[in-house]
Structure formats: structure tokens, C-alpha cells
């Protein structure tokens, strides 16, 4: 009998959204699943870590007794938990989402939903975040089958050390999906757009907001494809963040640098 996969979900809006249910949902018929997901949302989180406080883990009733964990933390904290101290088999696949809204373009370095993602590949496992277009509750059980279509594909397919996959599905899923494509990443994202309002105090506050910042994409770029009506799937890099080409060019420069706590002319090899 072959043995069923087993997977890690996390998400960055919380346990208790739709959905990181929708994506329990496309996955449970086949696979066995273990979840370690944010307390409460924390969208916009990135990468971040829990330092400065103590991180509370309390068991979850999920449907099928499946194993459920909620965390006071981000979802890179709910990854490296779930690693270390509450779920004892080694999964498969970490998998992240559905997020309500697109985690595309430059925007993914902001991303909890990647964030996680990126944490469970920092420890050698595939993972996949997954990400609806919408910003309001779309309709995640267009999504399920497409779900799974994705994850069948790439649990068999070699993925190079230290990449990341980042899905992103379009508007109108149901209707008009015109099918799955690989991409480029895109160049857009969302920029700073602050609200500044007056507390009954006196004092000024601020919701930090945000902008879309569209950049002139090319054909291949997931922003592209997703106006077109495409899913898209980008394969994201962290292995190893260097710009070679620009390490090769000056590694063998010596700079004459004025620098105040050395000599005038000391020689500092980069």
C-alpha cells in the first residue's frame, strides 16, 4: 500500500480563516496533515521571528481529529515550532495559504504567507505558498482542485536546494481561469500610503496603508499572467542572495579609503 504524504499548513491570517480551511480541504482526502498556524492574523509579517516574549501553543479541534495547533507568533515561528517541539513526524511538503489577497511581485519580501514558506526551506523541506488575487473573501473552493493539481505535480518533482515556490491565483477562478503558468516575478508592489488622523487627545496617528506601485512588466511576469487571467507559480531563490556578477567584478579591487580611525591612505581589500 503506498504511503499517503504528509503535510505541514501554516498561513499568516490566523487559524480560523477560510482559508487555511479551503486548503485543509484539498489536501485531506489524500494526504495526512498537521497544522501550526497564527493565533490571530499577521499579515505583512514577512520573515520576522518571536524574541522579546514567550510564544503560546494551545491544541486546536480540527475536523478528523487532525493534529491543530495555534501559536502566538508569526508563521515562521509557527514553521520552526512545529519543527522543533510539536509535531514529531517530518513533513513532506510545508504549505502556506490560501492568503485573501495576491502575494506577488516584490511585495513577497513583506509576505507572512511566503515568510513561512521560506522558513521550512530554510530547513531543507518543500514548500509552497499559495495566495488568492481578491482582497475580499473570494471564492476558495474554485481554488481546491487547482490546489491539488499543484501539489500533486511539484511532491514528485525534483526542486532545486533552496527554492520556494510562490502560487498565485487570479480573479475569477470559477468562471474565466484561463489555466497555470510558470513565471518570471514581478517588479510591482505595494508602496507606503499613509492615512494621518488626530487622536481625541490631540495627537497625530497613523494607519501606514498602501498603494498598488505598478512597474511596466514583461510578458513573462506573474503580475502580467495574473491580468490575463492565469495562476501562476514562481519559483523564488534563497539559497544563497549574493549578486555573483557584482561580487566577481570588484572582489579583486583594493580601495584607498580616507578612513579617520586608520591611516590616511590605508588599503582596504573588499
Same mark, same amino acid.
Given at each position: 500500500?503506498?504511503?499517503?504524504?504528509?503535510?505541514?499548513?501554516?498561513?499568516?491570517?490566523?487559524?480560523?480563516?477560510?482559508?487555511?480551511?479551503?486548503? /485543509?480541504?484539498?489536501?485531506?482526502?489524500? +494526504?495526512?496533515?498537521?497544522?501550526?498556524?497564527?493565533?490571530?492574523?499577521?499579515?505583512?509579517? #514577512?520573515?520576522?521571528? =518571536? *524574541?522579546?516574549?514567550?510564544?503560546?501553543?494551545?491544541?486546536?479541534?480540527?475536523?478528523? !481529529?487532525?493534529?491543530?495547533?495555534?501559536?502566538?507568533? @508569526?508563521?515562521?515561528?509557527?514553521?520552526?515550532?512545529?519543527?522543533?517541539?510539536?509535531?514529531?513526524?517530518?513533513?513532506?511538503?510545508?504549505?502556506?495559504?490560501?492568503?485573501?489577497?495576491?502575494?506577488? #511581485?516584490? =511585495?513577497?519580501?513583506?509576505?507572512? @504567507?511566503?515568510?513561512? +514558506?521560506?522558513?521550512?526551506?530554510?530547513?531543507?523541506? &518543500?514548500?509552497?505558498?499559495?495566495?488568492?488575487?481578491?482582497?475580499?473573501?473570494? %471564492?476558495?473552493?474554485?481554488?481546491?482542485?487547482?490546489?491539488?493539481?499543484?501539489?500533486?505535480?511539484?511532491?514528485?518533482?525534483?526542486?532545486?536546494? #533552496?527554492?520556494?515556490?510562490?502560487?498565485?491565483? %487570479?480573479?475569477?477562478?470559477? =468562471?474565466?481561469?484561463?489555466?497555470?503558468?510558470?513565471?518570471?516575478?514581478?517588479?510591482? /508592489? *505595494?508602496?507606503?500610503? %499613509? $492615512?494621518?488622523?488626530?487622536?481625541?487627545?490631540?495627537?497625530?496617528? /497613523? *494607519?501606514?496603508?498602501?498603494?498598488?506601485? %505598478?512597474?511596466?512588466?514583461? $510578458?513573462?511576469?506573474?503580475?502580467?499572467?495574473? !491580468?490575463? #487571467?492565469?495562476?501562476?507559480?514562481?519559483?523564488?531563490?534563497?539559497? !544563497?542572495? @549574493?549578486?555573483?556578477?557584482?561580487?566577481?567584478?570588484?572582489?579583486?579591487?583594493?580601495?584607498?579609503? &580616507?578612513?579617520?580611525?586608520?591611516? +590616511?591612505?590605508?588599503?582596504? &581589500?573588499?
Amino acid at each position: 500500500m503506498q504511503r499517503r504524504p504528509f503535510f505541514l499548513l501554516t498561513n499568516d491570517d490566523g487559524i480560523h480563516a477560510p482559508g487555511l480551511q479551503h486548503l /485543509y480541504q484539498a489536501l485531506a482526502t489524500w +494526504a495526512d496533515i498537521a497544522i501550526v498556524a497564527p493565533q490571530s492574523e499577521k499579515s505583512g509579517c #514577512g520573515l520576522s521571528i =518571536t *524574541w522579546a516574549k514567550p510564544l503560546r501553543a494551545q491544541r486546536i479541534a480540527w475536523q478528523d !481529529d487532525v493534529e491543530a495547533w495555534s501559536l502566538t507568533g @508569526t508563521p515562521a515561528d509557527c514553521v520552526r515550532m512545529a519543527f522543533s517541539e510539536l509535531i514529531k513526524q517530518k513533513p513532506d511538503m510545508v504549505l502556506s495559504g490560501v492568503n485573501r489577497g495576491a502575494n506577488s #511581485g516584490r =511585495t513577497v519580501l513583506y509576505s507572512g @504567507t511566503v515568510g513561512g +514558506a521560506i522558513e521550512a526551506t530554510f530547513k531543507g523541506i &518543500k514548500s509552497i505558498a499559495f495566495s488568492f488575487l481578491d482582497l475580499e473573501l473570494p %471564492p476558495l473552493g474554485t481554488v481546491d482542485r487547482h490546489i491539488e493539481v499543484i501539489v500533486r505535480h511539484f511532491l514528485d518533482l525534483e526542486i532545486p536546494k #533552496g527554492t520556494l515556490l510562490n502560487v498565485n491565483f %487570479p480573479l475569477n477562478c470559477a =468562471t474565466s481561469m484561463k489555466g497555470i503558468q510558470m513565471a518570471k516575478q514581478g517588479q510591482s /508592489y *505595494w508602496i507606503e500610503s %499613509p $492615512d494621518r488622523r488626530i487622536h481625541p487627545e490631540g495627537f497625530a496617528y /497613523y *494607519w501606514l496603508g498602501g498603494k498598488w506601485d %505598478p512597474f511596466q512588466e514583461k $510578458d513573462d511576469s506573474e503580475i502580467t499572467l495574473l !491580468d490575463q #487571467g492565469f495562476a501562476t507559480v514562481v519559483p523564488i531563490q534563497i539559497e !544563497d542572495l @549574493t549578486n555573483v556578477e557584482f561580487y566577481h567584478a570588484h572582489r579583486p579591487t583594493q580601495f584607498h579609503l &580616507k578612513d579617520p580611525l586608520l591611516s +590616511a591612505d590605508s588599503v582596504h &581589500k573588499f
